[in-house]
């Protein structure tokens, strides 16, 4: 059973850090393609980060410079480094997952992902 599971949110002021972890389970972690989608109060959901499973990196223009996303394949586990925080980052952020293939290009559609952790708040005050 595949399992995601987030942490490492919570609420600071603007210009600070986090670090956003999601450990997974009951899968092959290196062949995945995963990504971060974040979601402020609305139906929308935006990736901001993917990395594929050979490692190519795509960030949206929002958060490029100030994010990083990586992973440990040897501890199954996804990171989401935020830098220079701002108030519209705030949202829920979701760690997303999947055992196909996902083109550069489409990395940042929320339906080629079709396994989700529950998120984790994150909160950015001015």
């Known amino acids: 059973q595949v399992q995601l599971a987030e942490s490492g949110g919570g609420s600071v002021q603007a210009g600070g850090s986090l670090r956003l972890s999601c450990v997974t389970s009951?899968?092959?972690?290196?062949?995945?393609?995963f990504s971060w989608f974040r979601q402020s109060p609305g139906p929308e959901r935006e990736g901001v980060a993917s990395?594929?499973?050979?490692?190519?990196?795509r960030y949206s223009d929002s958060v490029r410079g100030r994010f990083t996303i990586s992973k440990d394949n040897a501890e199954n586990t996804l990171y989401l480094e935020m830098n220079n925080l701002k108030p519209e980052d705030t949202a829920m952020y979701y760690c997303?997952?999947?055992?196909?293939?996902?083109?550069?290009?489409?990395?940042?559609?929320?339906?080629?992902?079709?396994?989700w952790g529950q998120g984790t708040q994150v909160t950015v005050s001015s």
């Open positions: 997303v997952a999947s055992p196909q293939l996902v083109l550069y290009w489409y990395s940042f559609q929320a339906d080629q992902y079709p396994f």
């Open positions: 009951g899968f092959l972690f290196r062949v995945y393609t």
């Open positions: 990395i594929a499973r050979e490692g190519t990196i």
